[in-house]
């Protein structure tokens, strides 16, 4: 039976808890626990579903789950772990991280939270498309699981594409042109989303723009006017210029309305049944996929990523408890009784995508599923791998100076240089050491 726990009780535990077993953030090296086999496992309410499947398929392992609800760019859980090491106790076994970026402050050398996978699990990561478990790669070490690969694809309205005589684009250059042409044939349509915080992701990353490249755990490049940014800066000043891309986000009051005028966009392959289909209720056999959009100087074709979820596992427990919690990673990463009958998102590993793509398909609601599964594999194996989860929020820096400034009506260009010169602060004030040049 899963046992639910509340955050505030195990606070006010550590918080009477004086000893402190190591240097603050490190613990010890001998730390290592083994409660016999029980496990504790934090997870966002999307995920209990995870657990619920895994209880059911390994009852001889107790499970003591805790619900969380993380903000993206906060501190808040990190303060947690913060008081877990002083204390020398309290960590979850596994956690399924409320933000990506999250990895990058349980990895480092001050929390040191996350174990070392890369020989536990080797056999797990083998599985995945280097590009989507490549961010799990930490100074040469896997720290992580992805949960489900979130690749961006090109969406499109098949329906309204057919009756207006367009065909989807394939390059980051026509999806401009046919972008300013929708805006001036067919005012009040829309080819993207600008105010969410996955923007950057769906924009810089694809392009390769440096705004979180780690250089080591101090260290990161940050330069936006390097080609691979201006070419986007460009391109998004000529969108917003012409009204033809929402300064909402996808997860705005308004994006349902705003969706059911969306003709085309980049976006993750969990757009197709979260947003289209649930969220925005689109009719079914009007929104179809399409390989990822390239720029056309690139010799080779890179997509970036929206989520996706990562896994993290304590590296202070040991015996069955470590056993037993190896155990849950390999379910939610490799079973197909989480990944392909209840996730909504296509898997991470590569032997589970087709059989989720089976399922989906028996849905009926993508048009030309042949081709949208196509692209959906395609765009898992070709993720750019140059873009690193940093202790800084990117997006979150983003929906603090872009969103507002475009929902004002400033130029993308003035939004562009107060999100640069935010992004550059931000970094800083984490204790970043920022290089223009890489």
């Not at 008081?83 to 106790?89: E, I, K, S, V, Y």
């Not at 996978?117 to 083998?126: K, N």
């Not at 805006?183 to 979180?212: I, K, V």
């Not at 201006?230 to 308004?254: C, E, K, N, Y």
Request: overall charge negative; charged content about 20%.
């Amino acid at each position: 039976m899963i046992r639910r726990t509340g955050t505030t009780i195990a606070l006010i535990a550590l918080i009477g808890l004086g000893a402190c077993k190591g240097p603050e953030g490190t613990g010890t090296a001998d730390d290592a626990t083994d409660s016999g086999g029980r496990i504790t496992v934090w997870v966002d309410p999307p995920r209990l579903p995870a657990v619920n499947a895994f209880q059911q398929a390994h009852p001889e392992i107790p499970v003591d789950v805790m619900t969380i609800n993380g903000n993206v760019g906060s501190t808040e859980l990190q303060q947690k772990f913060v008081l877990f090491n002083q204390a020398g106790t309290g960590w979850p076994d596994a956690i399924f991280f409320p933000s990506n970026d999250d990895i990058a402050w349980a990895v480092n050398s001050k929390i040191n939270y996350v174990r070392d996978l890369t020989t536990d699990l080797a056999d797990v990561i083998a599985q995945y498309a280097p590009s989507s478990i490549a961010q799990c790669r930490i100074d040469g070490l896997f720290r992580c699981l992805r949960n489900d690969a979130a690749p961006d694809v090109l969406w499109y309205d098949k329906q309204l594409m057919a009756a207006w005589g367009y065909q989807p684009p394939t390059t980051w250059e026509d999806y401009e042109k046919l972008s300013l042409r929708i805006a001036a044939e067919h005012p009040g349509y829309l080819t993207g989303f600008l105010g969410d915080a996955y923007a950057p992701d769906r924009y810089l990353w694809a392009s390769g723009c440096p705004t979180n490249d780690r250089l080591s755990e101090r260290q990161v490049h940050i330069n936006l006017a390097d080609p691979r940014c201006t070419r986007v800066r460009d391109l998004l000043d000529h969108l917003v210029a012409a009204d033809v891309v929402a300064p909402a986000g996808i997860f705005s009051p308004d994006a349902a309305a705003l969706g059911r005028r969306l003709v085309m966009s980049p976006g993750a392959v969990w757009w197709g049944s979260f947003l289209f289909r649930d969220t925005w209720k689109v009719p079914p056999g009007r929104i179809a996929a399409a390989a990822p959009l390239r720029w056309s100087a690139d010799p080779t074709p890179f997509t970036s990523s929206e989520g996706g979820g990562l896994w993290g596992f304590s590296r202070h427990i040991k015996g069955t408890q470590l056993q037993n919690t190896l155990t849950f990673a390999r379910f939610v990463a490799t079973d197909p009784r989480w990944q392909v009958d209840l996730s909504v998102g296509l898997p991470g590993v590569g032997p589970l995508q087709q059989p989720w793509l089976t399922r989906q398909r028996e849905t009926g609601y993508l048009a030309d599923f042949d081709a949208a599964a196509a692209a959906f594999v395609l765009a898992s194996t070709i993720v750019r791998p140059e873009r690193d989860y940093t202790r800084y929020n990117t997006g979150t820096v983003w929906t603090h100076t872009v969103t507002p400034a475009l929902t004002s009506g400033r130029s993308f260009a003035h939004a562009w240089t107060v999100f640069g010169e935010r992004l550059v602060g931000e970094a800083r004030s984490f204790g970043y050491t920022v290089h223009d040049s890489a």
